[in-house]
């Protein structure tokens, strides 16, 4: 990578919104005004990128974002910059507008899409993981997620106040694509009698048994929490049905939470944490670093390699799952 000195940075968002991304465009926008460098944002992601949808940001334009969901800039998922034409009309108009580095705040396709553009074209990029599954390999948490399990939770507990009401059996799905995070850590927080993940396939039997134990020790009701990406059943509303011909003994309802995880003001970490993010990003760049992703290990912010982030599945925390079943006894 030739090292250039950097004056102008450009930001955007890409991928599924996360709550906290407005926070880490603020701190990218103004830490970069108070290191003296020009700042522009990108609207749609490279969808945006690739058609120039471009405007130079003041410090006042990230007024008022902090506690908003969502992302001022918009964000997309393009098909376009998957092709090297698409790449080029994105490096053409990066040049027109003498940007001289990029920020992504986004998840792994979004950091894959980074990676071989900045080969591509040896173009300066710094990645901050922002997705509500948290899956991103090397940091512990990403942008969004802390909220995201909040959201789902806070639905859990009405769920759970209906559930006891009538003696039901609720399946719970949550998002999380095909990671089980947002399952384990909301799973964990609503007291759920079970936990289905796509990173532990126990099956079908195993799901009967556990919930033929917790009525003979007493229990009227129950909540299971599915991961989207699980695969215990043919989708949610089978497993359901699976249960109910085989355990008469439940009358189940099937709850799928869907976008509202994706919503709503982020949370007090979530906010730290793009802004603690957002202005390591730019000093990233500064110091003349590219093809990382900057992130946050046992509380510590890090400055790691954009390889790590998509090389390889982030693995759950076995400590998280080995504790379900002591709490459910
Ligand atoms: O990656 C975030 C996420 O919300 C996943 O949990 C989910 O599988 C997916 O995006 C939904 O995507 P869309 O918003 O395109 O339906």
Same mark, same amino acid.
């Given at each position: 990578?030739?090292?250039?000195?950097?004056?102008?940075?450009?930001?955007?968002?890409?991928?599924?919104?996360?709550?906290?991304?407005?926070?880490?465009?603020?701190?990218?926008?103004?830490?970069?005004?108070? $290191?003296?460098?020009?700042?522009?944002?990108?609207?749609?992601?490279?969808?945006?990128?690739? !058609?120039?949808?471009?405007?130079?940001? #003041?410090?006042?334009?990230?007024?008022?974002?902090? *506690?908003?969901?969502?992302?001022?800039?918009?964000?997309?998922?393009? !098909?376009?910059?998957?092709?090297?034409?698409?790449?080029?009309?994105? $490096?053409? *108009?990066?040049?027109? *507008?003498?940007?001289?580095?990029?920020?992504?705040?986004?998840?792994?396709?979004?950091?894959?899409?980074?990676?071989?553009?900045?080969?591509?074209?040896?173009?300066?990029?710094?990645?901050? =993981?922002? #997705?509500?599954?948290?899956?991103?390999? /090397?940091?512990?948490?990403?942008?969004?997620?802390?909220?995201?399990?909040?959201?789902?939770?806070?639905?859990?507990?009405?769920?759970?106040?209906?559930?006891?009401?009538?003696?039901?059996?609720?399946?719970?799905?949550?998002?999380? %694509?095909?990671? /089980?995070?947002?399952?384990?850590?909301?799973?964990?927080?609503?007291?759920?009698?079970?936990?289905?993940? =796509?990173?532990?396939?126990?099956?079908?039997?195993?799901?009967?048994?556990?919930?033929?134990?917790?009525?003979?020790? /007493?229990?009227?009701?129950?909540? +299971?929490? +599915?991961?989207?990406?699980?695969?215990?059943?043919?989708?949610?509303?089978?497993?359901?049905?699976?249960?109910?011909?085989?355990?008469?003994? $439940? !009358?189940?309802?099937?709850?799928?939470?869907?976008?509202?995880?994706?919503?709503?003001?982020?949370?007090?970490?979530? %906010?730290?944490?793009?802004?603690?993010?957002?202005?390591?990003?730019? !000093?990233?760049?500064?110091?003349?670093?590219?093809?990382?992703?900057? /992130?946050?290990?046992?509380?510590?912010?890090?400055? $790691? =390699?954009?390889? #790590?982030?998509?090389?390889?599945?982030? =693995?759950?925390?076995?400590?998280?799952?080995?504790?379900?079943?002591?709490?459910? #006894?």
């Amino acid at each position: 990578m030739t090292r250039i000195d950097i004056q102008n940075i450009a930001v955007m968002t890409s991928g599924g919104d996360a709550p906290g991304m407005n926070a880490a465009i603020r701190a990218v926008v103004r830490s970069s005004v108070f $290191y003296k460098k020009d700042i522009y944002g990108i609207y749609r992601g490279y969808e945006g990128l690739i !058609e120039g949808d471009i405007e130079r940001f #003041t410090a006042r334009k990230v007024s008022n974002i902090i *506690n908003r969901g969502g992302t001022i800039l918009k964000t997309a998922r393009s !098909e376009e910059f998957r092709t090297p034409q698409g790449r080029k009309k994105a $490096y053409q *108009n990066l040049k027109q *507008n003498n940007i001289d580095a990029l920020v992504v705040i986004g998840g792994d396709g979004s950091f894959r899409g980074m990676k071989i553009f900045s080969e591509e074209f040896d173009f300066p990029v710094i990645g901050i =993981p922002a #997705t509500i599954d948290n899956d991103i390999n /090397g940091t512990d948490f990403s942008i969004g997620f802390d909220t995201a399990s909040n959201t789902a939770v806070e639905a859990i507990d009405k769920i759970r106040d209906t559930a006891s009401s009538h003696n039901r059996l609720f399946f719970i799905e949550v998002m999380g %694509r095909n990671a /089980g995070f947002l399952a384990l850590y909301s799973g964990i927080a609503g007291g759920a009698e079970d936990i289905l993940i =796509p990173e532990e396939d126990r099956g079908i039997n195993e799901l009967l048994n556990s919930l033929k134990r917790s009525k003979r020790s /007493g229990k009227t009701s129950s909540i +299971v929490i +599915v991961a989207e990406g699980d695969t215990t059943g043919k989708n949610v509303f089978d497993l359901a049905k699976y249960v109910e011909k085989h355990l008469k003994e $439940y !009358e189940v309802r099937v709850v799928i939470i869907g976008h509202i995880q994706r919503g709503g003001c982020p949370t007090t970490f979530d %906010r730290v944490l793009a802004s603690r993010l957002g202005v390591k990003a730019v !000093e990233a760049l500064l110091d003349g670093q590219s093809q990382k992703v900057v /992130g946050y290990k046992n509380n510590r912010i890090t400055v $790691y =390699p954009l390889e #790590t982030a998509i090389k390889k599945q982030k =693995p759950v925390n076995q400590e998280l799952i080995d504790i379900i079943e002591i709490l459910t #006894t």
